[in-house]
């Protein structure tokens, strides 16, 4: 569970992205501050994950102050920028202090659940392997190249975003091998519909499927071939 820090001082605004956030699985909203003085307190207390920081903030320092702190530091904490501020300078300062996404407001709630779900997904990428390949990582790195890639569709009766569900759980499953079972347990995804997916991800080569035979019926399970991933993307 990733645990995630607001830092907003409009309570609406704060309100909106913590409902947000509460329909994304694998967040765990840990805190709201509405200024840097509490951030800080909270940082300092609390498990904090990420950070969804608004740049105008109430006193002298700015949410750009905050992450500058935060740097210097040198605290485990990614943040993501929610901010009306767009100005290239803000952009360009925030950008070389790594954040991992800079969102506009006013902002959909798509461009919201795209900047977590990216998040999550490199998250548990980079936190699950000690070591990956160069396909893996530029599934990271390069973000803009994969979302303006040309979208293949998808069969009759799949959605992408369930695609993207399912692909994040066998992508963060600890064992290296799972059933349909497995993963519906982890989902609110049906096991009919899970079984539909693992067969369109074994079709295009993402995924193995072998037949196990023990005490009762035989049962299918599947391991992610990493290598194909790229093959995925224009799914999504």
Do not use: W
Not at 9 to 16: E, I, K, L
Not at 90 to 106: E, T
Not at 109 to 133: D, P, V
Not at 180 to 194: G, K, L, M, P
Request: hydrophobic share 40%; charged share 30%; no cysteine.
């Amino acid at each position: 569970m990733i645990n995630v820090l607001i830092v907003e001082d409009d309570p609406m605004v704060a309100r909106f992205n913590q409902r947000y956030l509460e329909e994304m699985n694998g967040f765990h909203l840990i805190g709201i501050s509405n200024s840097i003085e509490d951030a800080l307190e909270k940082v300092s207390e609390l498990k904090v994950d990420l950070i969804l920081l608004d740049v105008y903030l109430p006193g002298k320092q700015t949410g750009m102050d905050l992450l500058e702190q935060i740097r210097r530091e040198q605290r485990e904490i990614d943040v993501i920028l929610i901010t009306a501020a767009s100005e290239v300078e803000n952009i360009q300062s925030a950008l070389r202090m790594g954040v991992v996404d800079y969102l506009i407001k006013p902002f959909e709630f798509e461009r919201f659940k795209k900047a977590l779900m990216s998040y999550r997904k490199s998250t548990h990428m980079l936190h699950k392997h000690a070591t990956i390949g160069q396909d893996e990582l530029d599934l990271l790195l390069l973000r803009e190249v994969q979302e303006n890639r040309e979208e293949i569709p998808l069969p009759k009766g799949l959605t992408r975003s369930t695609l993207a569900s399912v692909f994040q759980e066998l992508v963060s499953f600890e064992e290296e091998s799972f059933s349909t079972d497995d993963i519906a347990d982890v989902t609110s995804i049906s096991r009919v519909s899970i079984r539909k997916y693992l067969r369109f991800l074994k079709e295009i080569g993402v995924v193995d499927e072998t037949l196990v035979y023990g005490i009762g019926r035989p049962v299918f399970r599947y391991t992610l071939k990493r290598k194909n991933i790229p093959r995925i993307e224009s799914y999504l």
